[in-house]
Every structure is written in structure tokens, then in C-alpha cells.
């Protein structure tokens, strides 16, 4: 089979294996090297021709890690505990990395058997209510910096910050669009888990969290 220039070129650039059976590719990629490459007009960096001085780059920001932007999240997370006081006293915590969010709810159903019930299929339905909404929050955090020590690369502000809130034994105020259509804004965490991430400035995490609505509807015992 034939192959073109343009073939080639784009063969070995996808790192295909096919590009390499081709008795000419060594011929055409040593032709590429003597030429240096045009721009490409819609990269969104400036762009120059030729090798970058060793001396553009510095030990402090060759293992920086990108910078989070919480306007670009499309479903933003944000906690705050619920305090006896004031519930209102404490800012809002947003998650510096928007995470996954699953919802899932059920209904708690009241059934009943008939006995030699004729021409009667199933069973008698007497009452059922909304049971909890369960709300699975998976996520990762990123340090500053990608190698270094533990104070330089491990997210250790926003770890114990999401620790605290796992912690904390009066419930959690929340938003998030998603939650706020079902009439969601307190949970508690049932569960949570820090599992081993790969990377020194991971840390990936699992929360397994309860809907909690207002029970003043309750009459008081006196």
C-alpha cells in the first residue's frame, strides 16, 4: 500500500506502530528534522520557533501544578457546618476541584398479603413515603507542587478541611444546583474514605452522605 507524505507524517505524530513498517519513514523523518515547523494559529500560547533557553525554566515552577478555578466548575460544591449558635456564622467551604456527584432516592412502601384472595395479583399497597435521598461525593485534591516534600506537595489544607466536615456530629449545610432542585440543603456523612492515590500531590476521596430535612413538623413530648 501506498502512502503519502501527509499519511506518514500524521501516522508517526498518533505514535502508531504502522508509520514505523514503512521502508521510507526513516528517509521522510530525517527530511522533517532539517525544517523547523510552521505555527499553528489556534493554540492559545504565544508561539516562537526554536529551542527555549534552559535558562526559561526554574526548579520552583517546573513541578508547579495548575492553579484551580472554581468559575469554571458547571456544578459547584459547597459546604458549611451547622452550628448550634449561629448556622449562618461560618463561610462557605467550595471544593477546590469539582467533584462527581450521584444521587439516588427510594420510597418506603407499606404492603400487605391477601389471604385466598381469588383473581387478585400482588400485594395491597397501604402506605409509602420518601425515604432519604442517598448522595455519593467522589472527587481528588491536588497540591501546589507535583515532587517535592510532603508540607510541598500533599493537599494537606484542603484534606483536613474535608475531614473536619466528615467529622463534624451536627450536619452539614450545602449547595449545589442539582441538590437544591430536590429540596436537599442539610446532609450527613454516613461514610468516608481516603483511599491510596497514585502521585505525590493526590489524594483522592469518597464521601457516602445522607439527605437531612427539618423535623419541626414533629410535636413536642411534653
Known amino acids: ?25 526513516t528517509a521522510f523523518q530525517n527530511e522533517v528534522m532539517k525544517h523547523p515547523l510552521p505555527t499553528v494559529p489556534f493554540l492559545p500560547f504565544n508561539q516562537t520557533i526554536g529551542m527555549a533557553s534552559s535558562e526559561s525554566f526554574t526548579a520552583s515552577n517546573l513541578w508547579k501544578a495548575d492553579n484551580p478555578s472554581i468559575d469554571t466548575h458547571f456544578f459547584p460544591l459547597k459546604f458549611r457546618r451547622v452550628t448550634e449558635n449561629d448556622p449562618n456564622k461560618e463561610p462557605w ?44 461525593v467522589t472527587g481528588i485534591l491536588f497540591g501546589k507542587n507535583e515532587i517535592g516534600t510532603v508540607e510541598e506537595c500533599f493537599p494537606k489544607a484542603d484534606f483536613e ?23 436537599i440543603n442539610y446532609l ?35
Open 93 to 136: 467551604y467550595t471544593f477546590p476541584y469539582e467533584p462527581f456527584i450521584s444521587i439516588k432516592g427510594k420510597n418506603k412502601i407499606v404492603k400487605r398479603s391477601v389471604a385466598k384472595a381469588q383473581n387478585f395479583i400482588g400485594t395491597i399497597k397501604e402506605h409509602w413515603s420518601q425515604d432519604d435521598y442517598d448522595i455519593s
Open 1 to 25: 500500500m501506498a502512502y503519502s507524505d501527509k499519511d506518514i507524517l500524521f501516522l508517526s505524530l498518533a505514535g502508531t506502530k504502522v508509520a514505523e513498517s514503512i521502508p521510507r519513514f
Open 188 to 222: 450527613v456523612v454516613d461514610d468516608f474514605d481516603f483511599p491510596f492515590t497514585k502521585g505525590e500531590n493526590v489524594q483522592a476521596y469518597e464521601l457516602k452522605c445522607t439527605s437531612d430535612f427539618s423535623a419541626d413538623f414533629l410535636l413536642e413530648i411534653e
Open 161 to 183: 478541611k474535608l475531614r473536619d466536615y466528615c467529622t463534624w456530629p451536627l450536619g452539614i449545610q450545602v449547595q449545589c444546583e442539582p441538590l437544591q432542585l430536590l429540596g
